[in-house]
């Protein structure tokens, strides 16, 4: 079955640390893969996507994410994080129209 | 461009009465639509997919007779829920996209049963 699978569910990290949340995928064939930023009570935020070509892919508000064919990864990092980064992130994949999102990990930053 | 909208963005409602939440394409004429369902603290789940003029396409375990989804035209698709009670309770995302791009998410819709 296609799935997504986000292994942090919670992360903490400093601010002005760095941070990379994982995100592993599982279909036939490579989908579409996205990240999205979601703040409590909002909808969601595109921070980046990734349909072919380079495999580092920038984003908005210094986001970056590479993928990984080897290791069916798409993992999200920024150098820097900020305080008003906290907040759940979804990694989701698309094939044919059949969206799946990861469970989220939800970032904590510490000041 | 290619922004959904939903209205309304938050409902209060009594159990046993009907809600219907509307989802529409701004800029562009969306061939297919997405409704998804999201509790406290949880992630996304796919309730619906429907294409104009179409039946949706109900997920396993979502009651299409309980969720009611028309697609009427290019741009606005609705989601009525029926006789709802607490449990139905959540947050409810539509999509919507053209073929062959990603799927553009609209801002949410509170649903708050009593």
């Known amino acids: 079955a296609q799935s997504v699978t986000q292994p942090d569910i919670h992360i903490t990290v400093s601010e002005g640390a760095s941070l990379e949340l994982r995100c592993n995928y599982s279909?036939?064939?490579?989908?579409?893969l996205f990240w999205y930023v979601q703040s409590p009570g909002q909808g969601l935020q595109l921070l980046l996507k990734?349909?072919?070509?380079?495999?580092l892919v920038q984003g908005i508000k210094g986001f970056e994410a590479e993928f990984k064919r080897s290791q069916s990864s798409f993992n999200l990092r920024k150098p820097s994080v900020h305080w008003s980064d906290a907040a759940e992130y979804f990694c989701?994949?698309?094939?044919?129209?059949?969206?799946?999102f990861g469970a989220g990990t939800r970032l904590t930053v510490k000041p | 461009g290619a922004v959904v909208s939903q209205h309304p963005s938050w409902v209060i409602c009594k159990s046993g009465t009907s809600v219907k939440i509307e989802c529409r394409s701004l800029?562009?004429?969306?061939?297919?639509m997405f409704w998804y369902r999201q509790f406290p603290k949880q992630s996304l789940m796919l309730m619906a997919t429907?294409?104009?003029?179409?039946?949706?396409?109900?997920e396993q375990g979502v009651e299409k007779d309980k969720f009611l989804i028309n697609h009427a035209s290019l741009t606005l698709s609705t989601l009525t829920v029926t006789s709802a009670h607490p449990e139905d309770s959540s947050f409810y995302i539509c999509?919507?996209?053209?073929?062959?791009?990603?799927?553009?998410f609209g801002p949410g819709t509170r649903l708050t049963v009593t």
């Open positions: 989701a994949g698309d094939n044919n129209n059949d969206m799946r």
């Open positions: 990734y349909f072919s070509g380079d495999t």
């Open positions: 800029d562009f004429q969306a061939t297919t």
């Open positions: 279909y036939g064939a490579t989908p579409y």
């Open positions: 429907s294409n104009e003029g179409s039946k949706a396409t109900y």
């Open positions: 999509s919507a996209r053209v073929a062959g791009s990603e799927q553009y």
